[in-house]
């Protein structure tokens, strides 16, 4: 494994926080090693801020990709 991969990123689509080189929520590769904050959305569903994010799945995700 590269140290490249061993970092923390979030995806630049649907802004999860992950390691690794693909996003294990959208399937998507371009990302961000720069964010700004993080929120773990437990129920998607019933979550406003989930919601106001445009979230729809459950996970941990990052409040400001750069």
Known sequence: MTAKANKEKSCLNCKAIYFGDKCPKCGETPASESFKGRVH??????????????????????????
Not at 47 to 63: D, Q, R, T, V, W
């Open 41 to 66: 959305i437990f129920d998607a569903e019933k979550s406003e801020l989930a919601e106001n994010m445009s979230i729809n799945k459950e996970g941990e995700f990052a409040i400001k990709s750069k």
